[in-house]
C-alpha cells in the first residue's frame, strides 16, 4: 500500500500561482503512474495531470495545459503541481493519486492510493 499526504493548497487571487505537493510513502517502488485530480462542490472529479513515474511523462487536462506543471522528485518521494495563472475556476479540493500497475490512467479507477486532499480557493 502506498500513502499520500497533499499540502500547499491555500487562497490566492486570480493571475496567482501556488505549488501543490504530496508525500509518497510505502511501498513507493510499486507506483507506475501518478495524477492530481481536483473536484468542486457540485462537480465531477476532474483528472487535471498524470505523470508515467518510470519515464516522468506527463499529461494535462486541457483546462489547464499550459499553466499546470507536474513534476517528480524522486530522491524524496514527492511529487509536485505547480500551479500559474490561477482562475476562479481553478477553486476545487485536488487530489493526488497513485496507481501500482498499468492501466487506463484516464480513469480515475486506475488509482489505487489516494490522499486526503488540499483545498486551493481562487478570488476574482
Known amino acids: 500500500q502506498v500513502q499520500l499526504v497533499e499540502s500547499g493548497g491555500g487562497s490566492v487571487q486570480a493571475g496567482g500561482a501556488l505549488r501543490l505537493s504530496c508525500a509518497v510513502s510505502?511501498?513507493?517502488?510499486?507506483?507506475?503512474?501518478m495524477a492530481w485530480y481536483r473536484q468542486a462542490p457540485g462537480k465531477e472529479r476532474e483528472g487535471v495531470a498524470r505523470?508515467?513515474?518510470?519515464?516522468?511523462?506527463?499529461m494535462y487536462a486541457d483546462s489547464v495545459k499550459g499553466r499546470f506543471t507536474m513534476s517528480q522528485d524522486n530522491a524524496n518521494n514527492t511529487v509536485y503541481l505547480q500551479m500559474n495563472s490561477l482562475k476562479p475556476e481553478d477553486t476545487a479540493m485536488y487530489y493526488c493519486a497513485a496507481a501500482r500497475s498499468y492501466c487506463n490512467v484516464r480513469d480515475p479507477r486506475c488509482y489505487n492510493d489516494w490522499g486526503q486532499g488540499t483545498q486551493v480557493t481562487v478570488s476574482s
Open positions: 510505502g511501498y513507493t517502488t510499486s507506483v507506475v503512474f
Open positions: 505523470l508515467h513515474v518510470g519515464i516522468g511523462a506527463t
